[in-house]
């Protein structure tokens, strides 16, 4: 059973931007923090990016710093991804996960403290 789904994964070009969305059951956005990874063909799955359970926390990572924002919608129990200025090594398929934290500032980095994942969405960035 998939508990978080994401959506909003394409094609792009350099340079564009593109919205990636993450729904969630309100039993698991309102409790967690949320984080989003990514995997390139042939690589490691490396952290995005992650939003604290009150919202008043984000942290990402040094690749994605003032181009990606993270938001959490608790009308929609949604969490965004915004890529903006988007580059080709930003190709990757894009997995939204709820943390193991229930603490209200917490921002989570690492995959192991992670244990709802998504399915993930490709996301393509042509130069």
């Known amino acids: 059973q998939v508990l978080v789904v994401e959506s909003g994964g394409g094609s792009v070009q350099a340079g564009g931007s593109l919205r990636l969305s993450c729904a969630a059951p309100e039993l698991i956005f309102s409790r967690f923090a949320m984080g989003w990874f990514r995997q390139a063909p042939g690589k490691e799955r490396e952290f995005v990016g992650s939003?604290?359970?009150?919202?008043?926390?984000?942290d990402y990572a040094d690749s994605v710093k003032g181009r990606f924002t993270i938001s959490r919608d608790g009308a929609s129990n949604t969490v965004y991804l915004q890529m903006n200025s988007v580059k080709p090594e930003d190709t990757a398929v894009y997995y939204c996960?709820?943390?193991?934290?229930?603490?209200?500032?917490?921002?989570?980095?690492?995959?192991?403290?992670?244990?709802?994942w998504g399915k993930g969405t490709l996301v393509t960035v042509s130069s």
């Open positions: 996960a709820a943390s193991l934290t229930n603490e209200f500032h917490s921002t989570p980095r690492g995959i192991d403290q992670y244990n709802t």
């Open positions: 939003i604290s359970r009150s919202a008043s926390s984000t």
